[in-house]
């Protein structure tokens, strides 16, 4: 299995950005589907983001869309999830979460069970 850290979470005022990384070891990043989920206290874990394979195709949640970017550098082994005019409904713990995928698999997979490998989360808090 490929472990994943991510980094970049803090403390944020409503309408400013972050950029989370998640950064994979033990397997290279270039077969995996990505996707980033959140988790608000008291709340189910969601899917807000996912990146296929190649990058070739993305999903985003209805409650992200236009403000956040997913992105990939295989080179680098690492996942980016930009995010723009942030909310106090952002604050959650955000986890990155990889699939083993096919070269020819083109899906952002947007289903939690789905992913076989998580990252420990990171806390993103937007003051309002």
């Known amino acids: 299995q490929v472990q994943l850290v991510e980094s970049g979470g803090g403390l944020v005022q409503a309408g400013g950005s972050l950029r989370l990384s998640c950064v994979a070891s033990?397997?290279?990043?270039?077969?995996?589907?990505i996707g980033w989920f959140r988790q608000a206290p008291g709340k189910e874990r969601d899917v807000v983001a996912a990146?296929?394979?190649?990058?070739?195709?993305?999903y985003y949640a209805d409650s992200v869309k236009g403000r956040y970017t997913i992105s990939r550098d295989n080179a680098k082994n690492t996942v980016y999830l930009q995010m723009t005019s942030l909310k106090p409904e952002d604050t959650a713990v955000y986890y990155c979460?990889?699939?083993?995928?096919?070269?020819?698999?083109?899906?952002?997979?947007?289903?939690?069970?789905?992913?076989?490998?998580w990252g420990q989360g990171t806390q993103v808090t937007v003051s309002s």
């Open positions: 033990g397997r290279a990043l270039s077969s995996y589907g």
């Open positions: 979460a990889a699939r083993p995928s096919a070269y020819s698999d083109g899906f952002a997979y947007t289903r939690e069970r789905l992913y076989d490998s």
């Open positions: 990146i296929s394979r190649s990058g070739g195709s993305t």
